[in-house]
Structures are given as structure tokens and as C-alpha cells.
């Protein structure tokens, strides 16, 4: 699945961006996450989302993103 080819970038990216972007990973199989998903109006594996300090959706990836994407939308929001 493309969850899984994606994992290696993104946990090398999770390394890289260590103490700059928090990552959280979220079990859309597991029932308890129900109500975040619905919050976040999950829909589609992958979906990464970009949240502000307080929590707030600053954007939201469906599906393959890129090594390039990514660094490019931390860097956007990191300044």
C-alpha cells in the first residue's frame, strides 16, 4: 500500500525535522481514533496533516506525497 512505501521517507524525515515538527501517527483501523478522524474529516489512507501549534489544520495531503513536498511544506510553515 502506498502507507507503506511511504513510511521509510517519512520516518527518515521524522529524524531529520527531530525537535522542529512533531509527528503523530494515527491508527485509522483502531476505533478509538474515531472521533479525531471525524474531526480532521478523515477519509483516504494516506492523509497527513499539518497542524499548527494549538492544533489547528493548516493543510491536508491526500495520498502519495513526495520527500520534496514535504520539505518543502515544513520549510513554508517553520518561518
Known amino acids: 500500500s502506498t502507507c507503506r512505501a511511504m513510511a521509510p521517507m517519512v520516518h527518515g524525515l521524522e ?3 527531530f525537535g522542529k515538527v512533531k509527528f503523530t501517527y494515527l ?3 483502531d476505533p ?5 478522524q471525524r474531526t480532521l474529516g478523515f477519509y483516504y ?3 497527513f ?6 492544533g489547528n489544520v493548516l493543510e491536508k495531503l491526500i495520498g502519495f506525497v513526495s520527500e520534496e513536498e514535504f520539505r518543502s511544506k515544513f520549510e513554508q510553515y517553520l518561518q
Open 15 to 17: 529524524a531529520e525535522y
Open 27 to 29: 491508527d485509522a483501523d
Open 32 to 36: 478509538d481514533t474515531d472521533a479525531f
Open 45 to 47: 489512507q494516506p492523509e
Open 49 to 54: 496533516y499539518l497542524l499548527d501549534e494549538n
